[in-house]
């Protein structure tokens, strides 16, 4: 499984961002997407998942309300969408898949589960 995550830049805050991810390879095998980031100087988080066959989702608490997690079968790829977005959300954002267990909320930011991509810089500054 090949991913590309795209859809990063500046935004103001309260503003709106939407990132892609492309997962090449997917096949309905693989159980879960989510999205992760990680900001300087701080441990990589994840952020939201999404189960591929049932599209169950889940969020941290902090971007619960604010952030959508999708994902397209047929394009097999995975969407968030970032609304309300404030400064602490500045951090590179990763998607991965197989990294989370969106009925359980567990996340695996380590990078030993599951395949990565790479990621894509997201910066909320006025």
């Known amino acids: 499984v090949q991913l590309q995550a795209s859809g990063g830049g500046l935004v103001q805050p309260d503003g709106s961002l939407t990132l892609s991810c492309i997962a090449s390879?997917?096949?309905?095998?693989?159980?879960?997407a989510g999205w992760f980031r990680q900001a300087p100087g701080s441990e990589r988080e994840g952020v939201a998942c999404?189960?591929?066959?049932?599209?169950?989702?889940n969020y941290v608490p902090s971007v619960e309300g604010r952030f959508t997690i999708s994902r397209d079968i047929d394009k097999k790829t995975v969407y968030l969408q970032m609304n309300m977005m404030r400064p602490e959300d500045t951090a590179v954002y990763y998607c991965?898949?197989?990294?989370?267990?969106?009925?359980?909320?567990?996340?695996?930011?380590?990078?030993?589960?599951?395949?990565w991509g790479q990621g894509t810089q997201v910066t909320v500054s006025s």
């Open positions: 991965a898949t197989d990294a989370c267990l969106p009925y359980s909320s567990t996340y695996y930011p380590s990078g030993d589960f599951g395949s």
């Open positions: 390879g997917i096949h309905l095998g693989y159980l879960a």
């Open positions: 999404i189960s591929w066959t049932d599209g169950h989702v």
